[in-house]
């Protein structure tokens, strides 16, 4: 069966860190174009990074950009989101996401496959 389960989220004071993470089962995480996803209440989903399946390359937004790193272990076939300097605008349930089609991180979001969120809370 095909599943991503998340983990690691929280409630962090503001300029914390946290690291999400997102194990696959029944894919390869290797092979897909994988990424984070934010969505805040009453906001749109918000992609906050990505690797690429085709050259393996990052993004990150301007919005997270030095605070979020994107990674992967492949011996686990687990990627992760290390989040540092953490701001109460970050609070929102995060999702991770991988697709076997999308070839680049390209501001996309229609991922074949989800996880089921995590919250994250960023408050004193």
């Known amino acids: 069966q095909l599943q991503l389960v998340e983990s690691g989220g929280g409630l962090v004071q503001p300029g914390g860190s946290l690291r999400l993470s997102c194990a696959a089962s029944?894919?390869?995480?290797?092979?897909?174009?994988i990424g984070w996803f934010r969505q805040a209440p009453g906001k749109e989903r918000e992609g906050v990074s990505c690797i690429s399946s085709s050259d393996g390359s990052t993004y990150i937004p301007d919005s997270v950009k030095g605070r979020f790193t994107i990674s992967r272990d492949d011996a686990n076939n687990t990627m992760y989101l290390q989040m540092n300097s953490l701001k109460p605008e970050d609070t929102a349930t995060y999702y991770c996401?991988?697709?076997?089609?999308?070839?680049?991180?390209?501001?996309?979001?229609?991922?074949?496959?989800w996880g089921q969120g995590t919250q994250v809370t960023v408050s004193s």
């Open positions: 996401a991988a697709d076997p089609i999308i070839l680049h991180c390209s501001g996309r979001d229609d991922y074949d496959y």
């Open positions: 029944g894919l390869t995480l290797y092979y897909y174009t």
